[in-house]
T-cell receptor, first 114, second 118 residues
């Protein structure tokens, strides 16, 4: 099936630092979604990207849909302790049947040291 | 966004028993819901797509007779783990697909149900 390569797998940073993570795929995606999951909770949607080249911000978070439609990145500026969690990229691959079905990356575990 | 609830939030059961997990869409009618399973330190794996009024569509390798899905209304889908065994212990998460203002659909997740089978 379709796979998303998400990197890095984990990050340990100091409070106040900026963070960048990305997802790549060998296949084209129609939509890129970024979720955050905290321990024992379901994923929460952070940013949704629908067009190639689209750059969208949500507070301190910024994400971009790559021009090739095969990659996306998420940046977090001025990290704070509550940014801790696992960040997942996800999307419905183009031509993969139902647009509803999502493929998930393996996640980036973010730890912020106060 | 969309509000999705799950019940129970966690359950412990004996091996061989069946467990029912409910997923509710609280603020819109969801014709399509999804059930995922997540093992520790792993990503979400889609188990099945639940369609209101029709049979669920299961992903390859997921036993439909073991994981019974019922989507009898536009706000409720249930997942029943039949004859549960310890290897079924996992975090089960549902989601709803929602289209807003003509934008492509996206998925909103419930808080998850932690299942522990002893």
């Amino acid at each position: 099936g379709q796979q998303l390569n998400q990197s890095p797998q984990s990050m340990f940073i100091q409070e106040g630092e900026d963070v960048s993570m990305n997802c790549t795929s060998s296949s084209i995606f129609n939509t890129w979604l970024w979720y955050k999951q905290e321990p024992g909770e379901g994923p929460v949607l952070l940013i949704a990207l629908y067009k190639a080249g689209e750059l969208t911000s949500n507070g301190r978070l910024t994400a971009q849909f790559g021009i090739t439609r095969k990659d996306s990145f998420l940046n977090i500026s001025a990290s704070i302790p509550s940014d801790v969690g696992i960040y997942f990229c996800a999307g419905p691959p183009a031509g993969g049947g139902s647009n509803y079905k999502l493929t998930f990356g393996k996640g980036t575990l973010l730890t912020v040291n106060p | 966004g969309a509000v999705v609830s799950q019940h129970p939030s966690w359950v412990i059961c004996k091996s061989g028993t069946s467990v029912k997990i409910e997923c509710r869409s609280l603020d819109f009618q969801a014709t399509t819901m999804f059930w995922y399973r997540q093992f520790p330190k792993q990503s979400l794996m889609l188990m099945a797509t639940s369609n209101e009024g029709s049979k669920a569509t299961y992903e390859q390798g997921v036993e439909k007779d073991k994981f019974l899905i019922n989507h009898a209304s536009l706000t409720l889908s249930t997942l029943t783990v039949t004859s549960a065994h310890p290897e079924d212990s996992s975090f089960y998460i549902c989601s709803t697909a929602k289209t807003s203002g003509g934008a492509p659909e996206t998925q909103y997740f419930g808080p998850g149900t932690r299942l522990l089978v002893l």
